[in-house]
């Protein structure tokens, strides 16, 4: 019963956030940080980038001052097959529309729901 019951939450949680995030039309780039390497000689850090491009449901929370510029946070909620079936990290990056323009998001905070799978994750952004 609990493997059915977990197939189903995972299912209802993919379709309400494609639903939603194609309804209210809020294309975001997720770039997952996969693998990082050091370079001894030059003293460089790379990663290994993968980007995924998708509609999620976004909530503007609160925009706010702070030393004089606009902060704006967010909550996207987003579930595993959006993003290459990994979980999310904070070290991943988002681009999402925001008066207009593009605007790169530092990961927050993540929470993930789950029972024996992943469903959803969602994150707070700050830009």
């Known amino acids: 019963m609990a493997g059915a019951l977990d ?5 209802v949680a993919k379709s309400v956030v494609a639903d939603l995030g ?9 770039t997952r940080k996969a693998s990082t390497s050091y370079n001894l000689a030059t003293g460089a850090v790379t990663t290994t980038d993968a980007s995924y491009s998708f509609d999620a449901p976004i909530e503007f929370i609160v925009s706010d001052e702070e030393g ?3 902060e704006n946070t967010a909550r996207l909620y987003i579930t595993p097959d ?10 991943d990056e988002v681009s999402l529309q925001f008066a207009g323009s593009a605007r790169a998001a530092k990961i927050q905070d993540i ?4 029972g024996d799978q992943e469903y959803m994750y969602i994150l707070r952004v700050v830009f």
């Open 22 to 30: 194609k309804s209210l039309d809020t294309t975001i780039t997720y």
């Open 68 to 70: 004089g510029y606009q």
């Open 7 to 11: 197939r189903l939450f995972k299912s």
């Open 111 to 114: 929470r993930t729901f789950k």
């Open 82 to 91: 959006q993003i290459g079936n990994n979980q999310a990290t904070l070290q």
